[in-house]
DNA sequence: TCCAACACCCTACTCCAGTAGGGTTCCGTG
DNA sequence: CACGGAACCCTACTGGAGTAGGGTGTTGGA
């Protein structure tokens, strides 16, 4: 191939990170994706020579890295189109990315299909800065909601609930799965509920769609 | 024609079974594949003289129809391979089809790729049961093909509140916003959930996931 | 004309989800 | 040691989901 697209993913959560590289494989017509989970092995794996035409970055970096790698990369590597993403809607994300001089911004919530577009309109040369327009039905994205589940402010046993949950799995099954009571599954969903902000289980399935647990 | 490999299709849903066809015609090298939407259109379309190579069977035909036709067609054209398709993965379908004596099974949401190479292995003589494993890299891609109410054979109003209830809305709301009573909401559910083949809507939700109406 | 399909409404029932309020262990921290 | 938190178990209750079985009115095809 003479001009392949290629890409490079950052994300601390590696199953996060080689979701979206995957998703950039089979539906953005990408012939590389490369998806690393710290700033060492982002740098790394940079060819200044022959840059990537896109790299995803995960805002909520450990340490605030971020906005430096995004700063950094931008002197470095200016032909490279830069998508921010994060996992919450504050606003003043949007703004410090968009000072850090990114071409487009999103939320990992996004789906799929507006995923897909974000990518072909950096292609293009376009920006994309949709994310304010959200914030419909979405009481629980107050606080940050990265993808595992302790990070969700859930106890392990929590975590396996509610990757069963998000399964469709009913009380009964989970309790039989984990050789528990069905009133002890109760208890942790209620927990989770509470957590989460949801008003039931089906609340909790339809927010965090698309999503998988650790 | 000598020794055209020839397929029968049957999936109540025309849309679908016409694609499988098309699908076997344009890329499994197929001469003949034919596809019908009920059990007496599929009997009509047989020749027992000369059978078909394949016949492709959605599980859920009406009345749970496929379990019968299965096995008839077992007895009937024991050289016909009989390849079985179903929309959900739920572990019971697959030990059923496997009883009636089916030598292949998929789930319909399977990449064209899978489908082709399980098409080849059938053809060759192999079975093909690989359903359990649900090809575990694509949760963040998974199909944002939009599903139209016509396609899963859905009446204009369950597919309006199918609509809602992949947004998570409880009867009660979806009642409102249609004005209706509630009760006439449940009747609609319960009719979705005989088609799709679900025991709740949870089940629903779940199989539907990533996907969109109309 | 009759019948089937669809949309609509109702009561009454069962079953599951989720809450409330009681309790027991175990473990880590002040 | 005493306390809190997590995990575990229980009964008893409310409310929504879904089924069963009754009904009406409209439409379109045999």
Redesign the interface.
């Known amino acids: 191939m003479t001009n392949t697209t290629s890409a490079l993913v950052i994300d601390d959560h590696p199953l996060s990170a080689s979701?979206?590289a995957?998703?950039l494989l089979?539906?953005c017509g990408f012939g590389v994706a490369l998806p690393v989970s710290d700033v060492g092995e982002f740098w790394a794996a940079l060819d200044p020579v022959n840059p990537p035409s896109l790299a995803v970055v995960d805002f909520w970096l450990p340490d605030g890295a971020s906005l430096g790698l995004l700063e950094l990369m931008k002197q470095r590597c200016p032909a490279t189109r830069l998508l921010a993403i994060s996992a919450d809607d504050n606003a003043a994300v949007l703004d410090k990315v968009r000072m850090a001089g990114v071409d487009g911004f999103l939320h990992k919530q996004e789906?799929?299909?507006i995923f897909?577009r974000a990518v072909a309109a950096l292609l293009q040369g376009d920006n994309w800065f949709h994310g304010g327009t959200q914030s419909a039905g979405r009481e629980f994205a107050n606080k940050e909601l990265p993808v595992t589940a302790a990070e969700l402010g859930l106890t392990a046993r929590q975590g396996q609930v509610l990757a069963m949950m998000?399964?469709?799995l009913?009380n009964k099954r989970i309790a039989l799965n984990l050789s528990l009571s069905e009133q002890t599954v109760k208890e942790h969903v209620s927990g989770i509920l509470e957590r989460l902000g949801a008003r039931n289980?089906?609340?909790v399935?339809?927010?965090l769609?698309?999503?998988?647990l650790e």
Chains 1, 2 share one sequence.
């Open positions: 979701g979206i995957d998703f089979s539906h789906t799929p299909d897909g998000l399964k469709g009913p289980r089906i609340e399935i339809t927010k769609r698309g999503r998988r």
